[in-house]
């Protein structure tokens, strides 16, 4: 029997051994490696067979035609949301939140201490055993629902980490339609500039004609040569914006350069401004304020604040530590219970809940302020697209009113009144005339960016609603 007792206490201490280390976590060491992440980038495309997967889960939409043969921002938008990698990040900034929750419900774990004593007074008497071991367990119960406020604050920073990647989807979108509008302009005033420019030439060749029949001085073409010079450095310029303006779109999409050069890009002017006039005459102030990630965050801040203040409250009253012992006294079992308080007498939790209800004041504070500058920022946008609004409809009336003009000409020059150089004339004037047009169009373009932002709410939806 007594040899045993040494195989015995080995299978116990194995047993306890498997108890307190089954379900612990192993460490997985995960490296990061640039040339597979370079290599993932630049094999990125906007034609790829997940994405569009991505985006018919997004859309609802199934079947839609793929590679597709017109991409607008929106389309843009979602290829952004697909590869920005300010979106994963979001994504991983939610999932530490989700795991702080975990953290929040974990209850307290029980403590167990071995103490072993000896009567040296018996040490020469064979019939009694001088040792006394003793098992101590303390189980601590916490009071006052701490637990339940743990995980109200976890559960409210958890929501707010929701609203931040909402946040930063709307900043993608922004990102990629300020860079989309960015080459538009471009694209467009490239074509009106090229288009000046044939003008241009066109009024030199009359005016070089008139030359040689001696109508005219060789002064009088100075001016327009020089126009025409103006002219081809101005599309110079405006080629290499036109390239700067690819990179940056790609970047805010979250793609290589070469994806976005092999795709049809929608680069007209949308010349629709009726959603435009649905919005300026639609109160939405209200509508997004209830809606606004931004703002729904900072509720969920002054919740988990709330919280916080209730949980440094909750921690005024201590808590118990149940402590049953077992001893075997030289022979003899001997059981124990114990209980123990932590007395609050020199403090009562005074200065973590003053500091508790200083954020909650804080997170008050924050979130009037926000609401404010939003409620600003909608104003200002609105003013701005009502400017727009009104810039653009006093050049489409100037426009026309040329137009008309030139129509007028033509008819002269048709019953001989006027000469073919005051007709090309008057198309070069009709041509500057289109410049500041699309210029008008473009600012509804910004205009149109700057509701987005300010209100946090797709323009295609709001039409909808």
Known sequence: MKDKIPYMKGINL????????TGCVKFQRVSLDPSKSYNEFASRSLESPSLKRFIEEKTGKTNIDWPSQNWDVPLLSLA?????????????????????????????NPTISAEGGINSSVLDQSDINPWIPAVNLSIPIETANKRGYRIAVASNKVEVQKMNLMLTSWQVRSNIRASYIELLSAYNRSNIFFKQLQLQEKVRATQETQ???????????????????NTQIELGNISRQL???????????GVPLNALKKINLQLDLN???????????????EFS???????????????????????????????????PGYQWDQGENKWTIGLSVELPIFNKNEGPI?????????????????????????????????????????????????????????????????????LEQARLELSATEQPLV???????????????????????????
């Not at 390239?243 to 999409?253: G, K, N, Q, S």
């Not at 489409?396 to 040329?402: H, N, V, W």
């Open 14 to 21: 194995i047993m306890i051994s498997v108890i307190f280390l």
């Open 80 to 108: 952004g949301l697909y590869y920005n990698p300010s979106i994963e990040s979001a994504r991983a900034s939610s999932k530490v939140a989700d795991s702080t929750i975990i953290t929040a419900k974990a209850r307290p």
């Open 211 to 229: 030359l040689k029949g001696g109508e005219i001085k060789a002064s009088d073409i100075t001016p327009m040569a020089i126009l025409i010079a």
């Open 243 to 253: 390239d700067e303006a690819y990179p940056r779109l790609a970047a805010a999409i």
């Open 271 to 285: 010349k629709d401004t009726n959603a435009f006039t649905f919005f300026l005459s639609t109160n939405l102030i």
């Open 289 to 323: 304020l209830k809606n606004r990630p931004d703002i729904l965050a900072a509720i969920y801040e002054y919740e988990a604040a709330q919280s916080t203040l209730q949980l440094e409250i909750a921690k005024q009253y201590p808590n118990v530590n149940l402590n």
């Open 354 to 422: 003053a500091e508790a209800m200083a954020n909650r004041n804080l997170a008050a504070a924050k979130f009037n302020e926000l609401q404010i500058n939003i409620i600003s920022e909608m104003e200002a946008a609105i003013v701005s697209a009502q400017t727009a609004l009104e810039q653009l409809n006093r050049f489409s009336s100037l426009y026309e009113a040329k137009a008309k003009h030139l129509n007028d000409l033509e008819l002269q020059l048709k019953y001989g009144i006027i000469d073919a150089l005051t």
């Open 439 to 465: 210029e008008a169009y473009i600012n509804i373009e910004k205009a149109l960016a700057g509701l987005e932002s300010a209100f946090l709410l797709p323009l295609e939806e709001l039409v909808k609603k």
